[in-house]
């Protein structure tokens, strides 16, 4: 996430990323935090999905149906 969002701002754009943590969030943060990438895609143009491998997680998959529903345009770093 760090290279694509390095890349997408040395070519101008604005970059809303998730928040990075090294710890497993309890469930009051992972709540937080989930709201908070929601309001992301809400201000966000398009979702660019960082999948090594190919690889979208649980999380990951809920703010996919999300972006898709409100209408975003979503891609992703590495084919399905």
Do not use: C, F
Not at 23 to 39: M, N, S
């Amino acid at each position: 996430m760090r290279a694509a969002s390095r890349d997408l701002s040395l070519r101008g754009a604005i970059v809303l990323a998730p928040v990075e943590m090294d710890e497993v969030p309890g469930t009051q943060q992972k709540d937080l935090l989930d709201a908070l990438h929601r309001h992301k895609i809400d201000l966000a143009d398009r979702v660019l999905i960082v999948n090594p491998g190919g690889y979208v997680g649980e999380s990951t998959r809920g703010e996919i149906v999300y972006a898709e529903a409100a209408g975003k345009l979503v891609s992703y770093t590495e084919p399905d």
